[in-house]
């Protein structure tokens, strides 16, 4: 149980274009997700948090015109990297929160999406 | 401010034991995890620990004392597959996840 996918798992764009990843909870319902950054041999950075039905929390310095999340139901969220740039290019990884299990506010992450943006 | 402290680097024998330990400073707690996760992978959960005490899951254990502001994670009977970095992170008052910055484990044959 508690599996989360995440769609596409690389993505090549651009400089200047748009780019939409997915983040699915597959068997569970999450009311609330989260978005990560990692860049290379560092430590995950939460962009922001994403609540179903409202509008998401951003972290200091994200700019959630750029970053757009969109958490429509209990099992989908989406992040678009709007008018993305090289300094964008990342690893960026959803989770999404199960609170019906034993072990209480676990998060459980997707498998990531590398973007590369060109 | 918030703090989660843990080594940046770790080397072990494959077949041995080894023991990552984790403190933190945080507004609140709420619990303590700990992730795995391999190189171009997303972490993966290992363990939840929010009272005192050693919780074992086959050859990972992972123990809490919230009065030290300390946790570990053990790892018995080291595999090659366990290369990988190892994630403490602290949920605090608000039901936000404190990372730390993840300890690099090597394992040598």
């Known amino acids: 149980g508690a599996v989360v996918s995440q769609h596409p798992s690389w993505v090549i764009c651009k400089s200047g274009t748009s780019v939409k990843i997915e983040c699915r909870s597959l068997d569970f319902q999450a009311t609330t997700m989260f978005w990560y950054r990692q860049f290379p041999k560092q430590s995950l950075m939460l962009m922001a948090t994403s609540n179903e039905g409202s509008k998401a929390t951003y972290e200091q310095g994200v700019e959630k015109d750029k970053f757009l999340i969109n958490h429509a139901s209990l099992t989908l969220s989406t992040l678009t990297v709007t008018s993305a740039h090289p300094e964008d290019s990342s690893f960026y990884i959803c989770s999404a929160r199960d609170v019906g299990t034993g072990e209480a506010d676990t998060q459980y992450f997707g498998p990531g999406t590398r973007l590369t943006v060109l | 401010g918030q703090n989660i402290d843990q080594p940046t680097e770790m080397t072990a024998t494959e077949g041995a034991i080894v023991q990552i330990n984790c403190t933190y400073q945080?507004?609140?707690?709420?619990?303590l995890f700990w992730y795995q996760q391999h190189a171009g992978e997303a972490p993966t959960f290992l363990s939840y620990?929010?009272l005192d005490g050693l919780e074992e899951k086959g050859r990972f254990s992972s123990f809490l004392s919230r009065s030290k502001g300390y946790s570990y994670l053990l790892l018995k009977e080291l595999q090659m597959k366990d290369s990988a970095s190892y994630l403490c992170?602290?949920?605090?008052?608000?039901?936000?996840?404190?990372w730390g910055a993840g300890t690099k484990l090597i394992i040598k044959p």
């Open positions: 945080t507004s609140g707690f709420n619990g």
């Open positions: 620990n929010v």
């Open positions: 992170a602290v949920m605090d008052s608000n039901y936000q996840l404190i």
